[in-house]
């Protein structure tokens, strides 16, 4: 009998269904073609090139790139690594509970709104939208999520507490609940008026809205997709990433229709598992017209092939980077159960965080890093961007305008972007300036 090669498996499969009805609630997801067992992989030493199909062919289009190749690099992604992003609603109800034109001494208008995204059970996103109030026209907007709650983001008590999960580090939180003196927790890594001084606004929601980022508990949308089915809704298969991904993209249904918003410059922005998010929700949605994951590093802009001298430096000690093994091990809940097959074989892996990226082409990307934070392997994401960039050429733009690594605090403002600071691994308030610089030059084109 002839055994079938991985590209034949996925053709047959991928003919059949890319689209089918999940059993949860009525909703439509992606169900996912059959691929190869990890074992059967052929091992690739080397980041694969992301304008190499599955069977060995060249892409040698921009029309087979779009029909064929970033399909393809989807389900890939989807199958192996985050999981099914959970199906998209059919219609996304924004409910405005509150309007204050007065936030920021006057400076802004403050909107609380509230996105439903589908029947009893599914997740309620709490949207905060800070919007300038002195530029004139749509505005561009950064559109983050946070892990503490929006009223950490600010100490107006005008913002509700975050209704989920948090974590006791989150400043005035207990019992994983947050308190009254949550508010303003980390109002100074979120310089908003200086956003709004700039001209953009700022749209926030908190990640326990869409599901909280627990190893054995899912409280969001995988517990109401499972519809109690506790099969359908395990830890180590689950997929945070993918799911928080979907919570971006929900909040980009309602952010395309704020009149007071460009939908044509939405940024998608994240720090640390939330840069990770927003880098495959840009990837996924070209609604996002720019993406900055913020020291995002393994499972996101970092390779998942870690150079052996960082990944066991002594032999048999701890890795300097971090590795598909340690984060399955310490955050089994953020990928899906295939990915756990890769921990001592990421070479196997049909595609690497370069193929990813590419996903986004030719929309511009920033990767920002710190010095000391050598956990997120930032010489590696420079490499991602280097063999990132052939596609970008490919589809007739220019790539990464750099060859090394360049010095602290030079920001690479190409359509691939680069940066690195010293300091260690957070989101500071200069940060946001590199941020707003990078969208500067590229949102300009967009006016």
Known sequence: MKTMSNSEIFLAAFAVCLLSSLVAGGATANKLPHFADAAALTPQPNFPDPLVMLDGHRVKSRAQWERERRPELKALFQHYMYGALPPRPSHVTAKLIAEHRDFLGGKATLRLLTLETGSAGAPRIDLMLVVPNQHRGPVPVFLTMNFCGNHALTADTRVPLTRGWLYDSCKGCTNNAATEAARGGQAQDWPLARIVERGYALASFCSSDVDSDRKDVSDGIYAWLANGDEAKNSP???????????????????LVTELALDSRRIAAVGHSRNGKTALLA???????????PHQAGCGGTAPNRVAP?????QGNGRPIAETIAVINKSFPHWFNAEFKKFNDAPERLPFDQNCLAALCAPRPVLFSNALEDQWANPNGQFAILQATSPVYRFLGVEGLDAKSVPPLRKLVDSRLGYYIREGKHSMTADDWEVFMNFADRHFAKKK
């Open 282 to 292: 840009a990837a996924f949605d070209e609604r996002i017209a720019l993406a900055i």
């Open 236 to 254: 180590a298969n689950r997929g945070s990433i993918a799911a928080w991904a979907w919570g971006y993209h929900r909040c980009v249904d309602y």
């Open 309 to 313: 001298a960082l990944a066991n430096p």
